[in-house]
């Protein structure tokens, strides 16, 4: 019993970085009905900043705020400059582009930090202030963190006329348009959002699973995992299934097919929901008119 | 000086010509109408004016040139459309709309006082504040997107084919309360309408537009009584 | 060379056939340029230095696999980022073949292919239900998934785990070829039949039926075509080339390891037929071309300024990332695309 809590618990510290990439992934899905494939690279290349700035001496925190406020401009800076250009082209146009970006990203890091492992430190006390064998001090620690900024994200949604305003735009860009509302300006802050959101994924794993330029690929895949689980039109539905899909991983691995499979485990849900239940859990079914 | 004027507009889809270089001007806190068949170029005419389409021309609005300006800009400066089909934001709820209309405001007391004016117009909205505005009727939907471009305090309202799809009874409530709206509130509203009954009757001045050229322009009495319109868009 | 323009439903006749480029006719140019390029394949090895044949064979086996990906992609619309998995799956199965079984290496082709061709069918029928993004977001994670999957400990009896299986050269059996050459045309040999089999297939009722579906689904079904069929279909066709692209790059390499085949594999194919441009076959050509060389000489530029370094190496992935970007916004058509305007300016109908 000792052992399915430990693994559940420890399923919901990972998880919680897959509701992240979820959320980052949905938010943007929202806004330009299309995947941001490079969110992983962003995420690890924000991570590697941090990385920098802890490297030249920074605390931590601080690093982390500054690591926050460069990646959101940076995702906004992405939007305006590479994404608003072809925003009517084709499909295959943007998958093109957010590959491009992939590679570039990826590139880039290892062509400033170089491609060898890299110990990222952890925040948190090394333990914990009350005796458990559940679960540890930097998976508790990310499970609160998350929790904190996703409370705060929903916070801004829900609450604030910018968070309303991008919601409209998200949603019917033309009555946005027609209330006033600046879909561009509501674009770039929405992309700004998703890349903090990464970021913060970014800096929580990276102390469990080191860091490196390859890092994200195979998280992002969980995260997409995530999202299709949850319901791609629902923000909320993506967080839940990234926690769902930590969680899931962890048990799977455990009980089931061995820690070695991970990845196509994650490859057979994508497939299995988009085929069987392609709204997920929270989302609405897309009509496409003829 | 004219609250609205458009000079020689043309506007284009693409390569396609909607609108061939029509010109017409409305007075502050008139009540004009569009009157035409499907295709004439009604609703392309107030997206011209809200810079939603490519246009060539002139559109003077308050003595400032408007055409060209983006969507947002023009909205700002006080022109607020109410667009086919409504708009509704349909996720948020009934008064996080209205809330929206007044987005580009910063005067907190006004808008709080203009939402209470609202609900005033139309108490069915209050009812329904914290509903989910997906799940409101055709008719409330209606009312809910002239309220929302209310919020804007608006000098001009641009109205395209608010009687659409609604039960007679609803669009004589709508209506009625429209000419409230334009005597209490000052609003000039320059009205697409395919019902030309209704709109001659709310209208002082009226325009027929058939594909992309004005034909007849006058007071809404000259046009009610006028032969061809008669036979063609009154029935009789 | 003008190609693969889309064509009248009932006609063979391509549209560009009328032209005259400098007072020459359109086909008598496109048969000049077919020409020309035959002879270089044929001549051209037997030239130049032993590393510039294996790079020459290696441009071919790219432009198999990405004339592979262009058949689904290009012509049918169905997205792939998943096509390094069906060139893992066409190497592993040479590999074992000829590592585990000492079969020859020219009996493992077809076999690769076919295995391939129904991994692509199986996986084009749950496709049919997933359109355009959600197709591609299902093939990522293929790709993605597949070196783990091929480091999967319970199969490493047969994929020799993370280590990989080496494959051997096989010698050259006649006298004035050396065994670079001998493989060179082996594989110009296998190209040259799957390019003319998709010349083939593109020009008769099956590809129009493609392009048809690929441009309006809806449309298609209502005149008759059975998508589903013809969109697993292609998959299938699709899985084989590039399967076949596998196993003969499996050999040219000589050796398999998980790590060859992960989703930045998939990317490649991806830029090759971007670059190249889609629906065309020649482009499947300058794609490898491109997917080859441009490292290198990118390589050297980044060498111009960064010395030796190695680090500096991974520049040369943001250079293609740059270039992948600049296709999209000035050549969306890619370099095929960028020919065909080029001939259509100067182009004439005689007497006009």
């Not at chain 1, 146009?93 to 990826?106: E, G, K």
């Not at chain 3, 998709?198 to 309006?216: E, F, H, K, P």
Request: net charge neutral.
């Amino acid at each position: 019993m000792d052992l399915f809590l430990q693994q559940t618990l420890d399923g919901l510290a990972t998880g919680a970085i897959y509701a992240s990439l979820a959320l980052a992934v949905v938010m943007i899905y929202q806004a330009i009905d299309h995947f941001n494939f490079a969110q992983g690279e962003m995420a690890m290349f924000s991570t590697f900043v941090a990385w920098q700035l802890i490297a030249w001496g920074m605390p931590f925190w601080f690093a982390f705020l500054i690591c926050l406020v460069l990646s959101f401009i940076g995702g906004m800076l992405i939007e305006r400059i590479v994404f608003a250009p072809i925003h009517d082209a084709p499909v295959l146009s943007h998958i093109v582009v957010f590959i491009a970006l992939t590679l570039i990203f990826n590139a880039l890091a290892g062509f400033i930090w170089d491609f060898t492992i890299k110990e990222f430190p952890s925040p948190f006390p090394a333990k914990l202030p009350f005796e458990t064998n559940l679960i540890g001090p930097h998976e508790l620690g990310v499970v609160v963190i998350t929790l904190f900024m996703l409370g705060l994200i929903y916070a801004f949604f829900r609450f604030t006329s910018v968070g309303l305003a991008m919601r409209a735009a998200a949603a019917n860009p033309v009555s946005a348009a027609l209330v006033g509302i600046s879909v561009k300006k509501m674009l770039a802050l929405g992309w700004g959002l998703a890349a903090l959101v990464g970021a913060v994924a970014g800096m929580m794993i990276a102390p469990k699973v080191y860091l490196e330029p390859n890092m994200m690929l195979g998280i992002l895949l969980y995260g997409f995992a995530g999202a299709v689980v949850g319901g791609l039109t629902s923000p909320g539905g993506a967080v839940v299934g990234g926690f769902l899909m930590g969680v899931l991983e962890n048990l799977a691995g455990e009980y089931v097919i061995g820690s070695e499979l991970k990845l196509t485990f994650a490859l057979v849900v994508i497939v299995a929901v988009l085929l069987f239940k392609p709204a997920g859990l929270f989302g609405r079914v897309v009509v496409q008119r003829v | 000086m004219a609250l609205l004027a458009v000079n020689n507009l043309s506007a284009f889809y693409g390569p396609i010509q909607a609108l061939k270089g029509i010109s017409f001007s409305m007075e502050e806190g008139s009540v004009t109408t569009i009157l035409g068949a499907n295709g004439a170029g009604k609703t392309t005419t107030l997206r011209a004016i809200c810079g939603m389409v490519r246009t060539e021309g002139s559109i003077s609005y308050l003595g400032n040139e408007i055409s060209g300006k983006p969507t947002e800009q023009t909205v700002a400066s006080g022109v607020a459309h109410v667009p086919e089909g409504r708009g509704t934001f349909t996720r948020v709820t009934t008064e996080e709309n209205l809330l929206l209309g007044s987005y580009t405001r910063r005067d907190k007391q006004a808008m709080k006082e203009d939402l209470e004016t609202v609900y005033t117009y139309f108490p069915r909205l209050k009812e329904r504040r914290d509903q989910q505005a997906g799940t409101l009727s055709g008719g409330e939907q209606q009312m809910l997107a002239v309220g929302r471009a209310l919020m804007l305090r608006p000098k001009l309202m641009l109205l395209d084919e608010p009687s659409f799809g609604l039960a007679p009874l609803i669009v004589e409530e709508l209506f009625g309360i429209l000419k409230r709206i334009n005597e209490q509130q000052k609003v000039s509203m320059l009205l697409v309408e395919q019902n030309a009954t209704l709109a001659l009757n709310l209208a002082d001045h009226a325009y027929l537009l058939e594909t992309g050229t004005v034909v007849i322009s006058g007071t809404s009495d000259e046009i009610a009584a006028d032969e061809t319109v008669r036979r063609s868009y009154l029935g009789y | 060379m003008a190609s693969s323009d889309q064509q009248m439903p009932g006609t063979r006749a391509n549209p560009a056939d009328s032209y005259e480029l400098f007072g020459v006719k359109m086909p008598a140019l496109r048969m000049a340029a077919i020409l020309i390029g035959i002879v270089l394949a044929l001549v051209l090895p037997l030239i130049v230095s032993n590393f510039a044949v294996f790079q020459m064979t290696q441009v071919l086996v790219y432009a198999i696999a990405v004339l592979g990906l262009n058949l689904l992609t290009g012509y049918n619309g169905q997205f792939s980022l998943g096509h390094s998995a069906f060139y893992a799956l066409g190497a592993y199965t040479a590999a074992i073949m000829i590592d585990r079984y000492d079969i020859a290496f020219y009996w493992t082709i077809i076999p690769a292919g076919i295995i391939c061709f129904v991994g692509g069918f199986l996986f084009g029928l749950p496709a049919l239900r997933l359109d355009g993004l959600y197709l591609a977001l299902a093939t990522f994670a293929l790709a993605v998934a597949t070196p783990q999957l091929l480091k999967y400990e319970h199969f490493e009896e047969f994929t020799g785990g993370v280590q990989g299986i080496d494959v051997f050269k096989p010698d050259s059996p006649v006298g004035f070829l050396n065994a670079d050459q001998y493989l060179y045309f082996f594989v110009l040999i296998c190209g040259g039949l799957l390019i003319v089999g998709a010349w083939n297939l593109v020009r008769g009722r099956t590809g129009r039926a493609m392009i048809a579906i690929r441009d309006n689904p809806i449309a298609a079904k209502t005149m008759g075509i059975n998508t589903s069929l013809y969109k697993s279909v292609t998959f299938g066709v699709s899985g084989f080339y590039t399967g076949v692209a596998g196993a003969l790059g499996a050999i040219v390499a000589e050796y398999v390891a998980p790590d060859s085949f992960t989703f930045f594999l998939s990317v490649w194919f991806l830029v090759g037929m971007v670059v190249g441009g889609l629906a065309s076959i020649p482009a499947a050509i300058a794609g490898g071309i491109f997917i080859l060389y441009m490292p290198n000489v990118s390589e050297w530029v980044i060498a111009q300024f960064f010395g030796n370094d190695p680090s500096a190496k991974a520049l040369i992935w943001v250079a293609f990332g740059l270039f992948l970007i600049f296709t999209v916004y000035v050549v969306p058509n890619g370099l095929a695309g960028l020919v065909r305007r080029f001939i259509m300016m100067f182009a004439r109908r005689p007497g006009g």
